[in-house]
Structures are given as C-alpha cells and as structure tokens.
T-cell receptor
Framework: GENVEQHPSTLSVQEGDSAVIKCTYS??????FPWYKQELGKRPQLIID???NVGEKKDQRIAVTLNKTAKHFSLHITETQPEDSAVYFC???WGGGADGLTFGKGTHLIIQP | SQTIHQWPATLVQPVGSPLSLECTVE??????LYWYRQAAGRGLQLLFY??????ISSEVPQNLSASRPQDRQFILSSKKLLLSDSGFYLC???????????????FGNGTRLTVT
C-alpha cells in the first residue's frame, strides 16, 4: 500500500512569515494530492489539491508544489495569520485497492503573534 | 449542493455496549462513502469504504463493522465496544466511480466517542 510521510509534526512561525509543510509518498502511481486543514474539534476541510499532471497550484496565500520524480509535494502558506493555526494533513490517492485517501500524520501549525 | 450529515455528535458508551453511528449524504448519487477514525492528537485512519449498496471494504481488522443499506446511507457498528475504540469518527464521501478524475473527500462533522 501507499506510505505517506509528513514533516514537520509541529511548526511554529511568526505571524506574517511563511510556512512550508512537506510530504513524501512511496507509490509512483499515486495521482491526486489534497491538503486538509483541521481546526481543534472540527472536521478536516479541503484547502487545496493538485493532480499528477500539474507541478504547482496556487490559491491566494496557499500554494502546493508537486515533484513526481522525487515523490514529494509541499504546502506553502505565505503571510501567515492567526487563523492559519490548525493541524494540516496531506493525503495521497493511489487507488491501488483502497479506494480512498492515505493521510499523513499531520502538522500542527502554530502562528505566533 | 451536496451535504453530509453525521450523528450523534458526541457519545459516551460503557465497555461491552453496542455502537451504531449513522451518516447520510444528500445532493449526490452513487457516492463513495468512508469511515475514518482519529485518535486524540493523531492522524486519520481509514476503517471502511463503500463504492455501492451492500459493498463494504475493510481496511483494518477490528471489532467494528459497516453497512450500506441505501445508496446514501452508511452505518458504523460494533457489537461490543472496547476502550481502544474511543476516538473521533468521521464519515466522508467522494464522487463515485463514474467520475473521470479522482475527487476530494468531504467530511461530516464527526462523532466523538468515549468508551468508559
């Protein structure tokens, strides 16, 4: 099956600085890579996703980059704000039996005022 | 638009008691349905998924089971709960196999289960 590694587990940045979270995966057949944001006690919500035929995607302050050769993808948040504090999960869809997403273990992003 | 309903929001059950969590989706047909579990401060673990009525695939062997009696209804059950079953249970849906591309998961609000 697919194996997803996410780093770091905790990330603390000053408000206004940028944050980068990285995930690696093992199955080269994986073709869909979403990112979810989960605030305390709430459900994960999709914030951005990228498919394997695209190298980069941006939505306002959030961007995702994908390197298929190296099998890693990253979430970039610029000009961080207090409301960006949450746990972020990367996920990989590989469709090789488990018809669902394999999630990374999550990154707790803390925005320091 | 599509919506997903999951209940109850919280549940406290004694060890050895049965469990039934229900999830329904509105506004879409033939969705893929999923049950995930999240232990406190941990990641998301896929428990079951279903691509159609009566079709259930289990990812993790345990004392839980799932059923899909209707197209947009997904139920998570247990005959006898264990302490280790405590956690945050999330139902989710995605577009079914008729889609031409992989689609994202949309989660319900979750059920926080505490087994005492």
């Amino acid at each position: 099956g697919e194996n997803v590694e996410q780093h770091p587990s905790t990330l603390s940045v000053q408000e206004g600085d940028s944050a980068v979270i990285k995930c690696t995966y093992s199955d080269s057949a994986s073709n869909y890579f979403p990112w979810y944001k989960q605030e305390l006690g709430k459900r994960p919500q999709l914030i951005i996703d990228i498919r394997s035929n695209v190298g980069e995607k941006k939505d306002q302050r959030i961007a995702v980059t994908l390197n298929k050769t190296a099998k890693h993808f990253s979430l970039h948040i610029t000009e961080t704000q207090p409301e960006d504090s949450a746990v972020y999960f990367c996920a990989v869809f590989w469709g090789g039996g488990a018809d669902g997403l394999t999630f990374g273990k999550g990154t707790h992003l803390i925005i320091q005022p | 638009s599509q919506t997903i309903h999951q209940w109850p929001a919280t549940l406290v059950q004694p060890v050895g008691s049965p469990l039934s969590l229900e999830c329904t989706v509105e506004g879409t047909s033939n969705p893929n349905l999923y049950w995930y579990r999240q232990a406190a401060g941990r990641g998301l673990q896929l428990l079951f998924y279903s691509v159609g009525i009566g079709q259930i695939s289990s990812e993790v062997p345990q004392n839980l089971s799932a059923s899909r009696p209707q197209d947009r209804q997904f139920i998570l059950s247990s005959k006898k709960l264990l302490l280790s079953d405590s956690g945050f249970y999330l139902c989710a849906w995605s577009s079914g196999r008729g889609s031409s591309y992989n689609s994202p998961l949309h989660f319900g609000n979750g059920t926080r289960l505490t087994v005492t």
